[in-house]
């Protein structure tokens, strides 16, 4: 029987037909983004793609034998993701930020001065010390919390990935410029004195701020994301005894990244980021010891690295480039390094009608909204298998007004377009078949649609409404997983993008009373739609600890948070907002004493990090998110779960 009634009959609809399936590369690797293919695919119709200088092969080897160093040569596969990178096809980064010419690092940074990592007034005690990095949009490393008493510097390096190259500092890092704590320190020196113009000009001075470049100058927003979760995971008081024991290594992600409305774009940059973090922080060990003169090797401080960025469509199976990634750095045993542990938030889409489960035959509506300049996404994801992937795994797609068309996918990596009756295109589909980590695959096709406005004068777009989206003939009966990629902007950047989302009358989102419903109900009926596992999906892998937002009335997990698969709301919380009635938290903003109000998971998980920090700076040694989880109960007591980072505050008025 049809899912719903139709008005007209299949005959009397234009036919939608799929392209014959092509590979998007010349060859299939594991890591090669859809959407990175796609975006360059629009550059490269629009006459804006950029053509990289090859690097030289001697770069390229060095460059990867770094990697291997960090990952194990065992998943030596993960390198062909960091080709995106240094390829660059979606035009991250700015001309001028690409290093020309790799060399890898060296020695010097333990004895010449202006490669210093820290003054000598900031290195932190090696016994009771925990280094913190941050990966986000616009660090404010020149902020009053970031340092130390007589404007001295806790940041032992920054690397702002899309600022021009500079050479003779970070000619190991594949693009951007790097500046360490020393020179910071005297910038903040000479900014106290007045013989430079404050935080402002050091932002300027370092290319943090460049209004001259063509990417959004996220640096200058007064109030930006990374201006709000790096002093929570990391800013102290600069008198406060505890600063010194968190030295800071941080990561500006490009702007381009950050202004991409589903953020699909970030997780290579990501990747880079991650290695960077962890090269420098067994670098600055090696520091400390070659300025206290302690034997070879002997400094092993942990580290904690805060990710408050995440999408809402993927496997959720950990078998991600990314999280297989972390997984890989958490379970390394680094000579030289303590443990490293990765916070993420669980994010915030719950409610948001994103996440959806469907059977062989059955279909859903798929809703694009009107006047919208972006392209919307949605993932299907089927069950796992011991076979190599053989395109078990087809989509159906009725666009309105449109009949149903099924793909033909046989190969991994291939991609095919639908068309119109005027051959058109309206959407694309990817088949991405991935390993997971026990060795099976998993089936998963990424499918883009059109923006339902366009964004110039002539360019294709699809029609907004109802797309009908289903899983093509196969004989298995088993569930498959959708779930519609985010298309929102973080304030600041441009905010023309509109979320689509699934839509199912069976469905209800919220109570008679008219309150959201938390939680799936037992008795749901035929609704396709579900809430539970909507949790980020570049935080289901082994080891990350995920960070759900609670109340700080009442200590309980808020509506908006998204769930494990197992209905939970995170690992652990963090307060965020006041109430369900009052929502926002004050945060920092990029000056020092500038503040503003945020919400939503992003600020609950650089609060985890700041807590687990304190506790690996103890001497604590949780081997697993389990362990951390009861650490955090054996602090805070009560019988929540997951436990909360905090005591509910009092107030008379709980509803508010």
């Not at 279909?363 to 078990?392: K, M, Q």
């Not at 929540?640 to 508010?656: G, H, Y």
Request: proline share 9%; charged share 25%; aromatic share 8%.
């Amino acid at each position: 029987m049809a899912d719903t009634m139709e008005l007209t009959s299949g005959a009397d609809r234009p036919p939608g037909t799929w392209s014959m399936p092509c590979m998007a590369s010349h060859r299939h690797r594991l890591g090669l983004s859809p959407y990175l293919h796609y975006y360059h695919d629009l550059w490269t119709r629009r006459g804006e793609a950029k053509a990289r200088p090859p690097l030289i092969p001697e770069s390229i080897l060095s460059f990867q034998e770094a990697l291997v160093d960090l990952i194990g040569p065992k998943l030596d596969w993960m390198l062909a993701a960091f080709d995106d990178f240094r390829e660059d096809p979606a035009g991250v980064l700015s001309d001028d930020a690409v290093n020309p010419d790799f060399h890898p690092l060296g020695d010097e940074d333990l004895t010449v001065p202006r490669l210093a990592y820290l003054s000598h007034r900031a290195l932190p005690d090696p016994a009771a010390s925990c280094i913190i990095g941050v990966i986000d949009d616009a660090v404010p490393f020149a902020h009053q919390c970031l340092a130390l008493p007589g404007h001295v510097s806790r940041v032992a390096s920054v690397w702002l990935q899309d600022a021009a190259f500079r050479k003779g500092m970070g000619d190991d890092l594949p693009s951007g410029a790097e500046w360490r704590g020393a020179e910071l320190s005297r910038m903040l020196a000479q900014a106290a004195r007045g013989r430079i113009g404050g935080e402002d000009e050091i932002y300027r001075l370092t290319g943090a701020v460049d209004l001259t470049r063509p990417a959004p100058p996220s640096g200058a927003f007064e109030t930006g994301h990374g201006a709000a979760v790096a002093p929570l995971a990391a800013g102290f008081d600069p008198a406060d005894p505890r600063a010194k024991r968190h030295p800071v290594i941080a990561v500006c992600l490009p702007p381009r990244i950050i202004a991409d409305s589903m953020g699909v774009m970030a997780p290579v940059a990501i990747l880079a980021g991650i290695a960077f973090i962890v090269k420098r922080a067994r670098r600055l060990c090696r520091f400390i010891e070659a300025r206290r003169k302690l034997p070879h090797r002997s400094v092993r401080l942990p580290v904690v690295i805060n990710l408050s960025l995440g999408l809402t469509a993927g496997p959720r199976d950990g078998g991600s480039l990314l999280e297989r990634f972390m997984d890989a750095v958490s379970k390394r045993n680094y000579p030289g390094l303590g443990p490293v542990h990765f916070v993420l938030p669980m994010g915030n889409h719950r409610q948001a009608r994103l996440r959806a489960r469907l059977r062989e035959g059955q279909s859903i509506a798929w809703r694009l909204p009107p006047d919208d300049p972006t392209i919307n996404a949605i993932e299907i994801w089927g069950p796992p298998y011991d076979h190599d992937p053989r395109g078990d795994l087809q989509l159906a797609l009725t666009p309105p007004g449109m009949s149903r068309a099924t793909t033909a996918f046989r190969r991994p990596g291939q991609y095919s377009i639908l068309s119109d009756d005027r051959g058109l295109p309206l959407a694309r589909a990817y088949y991405v078949p991935q390993p997971l980590p026990d060795g099976r695959w998993r089936d998963g096709i990424v499918v883009m649609a059109a923006p339902t406005c366009p964004e110039r004068p002539g360019e294709v777009f699809a029609s907004p409404g109802d797309w009908r989206v289903g899983i093509g003939e196969s004989d298995d009966g088993r569930v498959y997983d959708l779930s519609t990629q985010r298309d929102e902007a973080i304030r600041g950047f441009r905010s023309g993008a509109r979320q689509s989302w699934f839509s199912d009358p069976a469905y209800r989102s919220r109570n008679e009373a008219g309150f959201a419903i938390p939680f799936d109900p037992k008795k749901s009926g035929k609704a396709r739609i579900i809430r539970a596992g909507t949790v980020n999906t570049y935080a289901t892998g082994d080891c990350p600890l995920r960070a759900g937002a609670a109340y700080r009335s009442t200590g309980g997990a808020t509506v908006y948070g998204a769930l494990l698969a197992s209905g939970k709301a995170g690992d652990c919380l963090a307060p965020v907002d006041r109430s369900m009635n009052n929502t926002g938290m004050i945060v920092r903003g990029r000056g020092s004493g500038s503040f503003t109000l945020a919400s939503g998971t992003s600020m609950a998980a650089p609060q985890a990090t700041r807590w687990l920090a304190g506790k690996l700076s103890e001497g604590h040694r949780p081997d697993g998110r389990a362990a951390i989880a009861r650490l955090a109960r054996d602090q805070f007591g009560g019988k929540a779960e997951p436990p909360v980072l905090s005591e509910p505050e009092p107030t008379r008025f709980p509803e508010f």
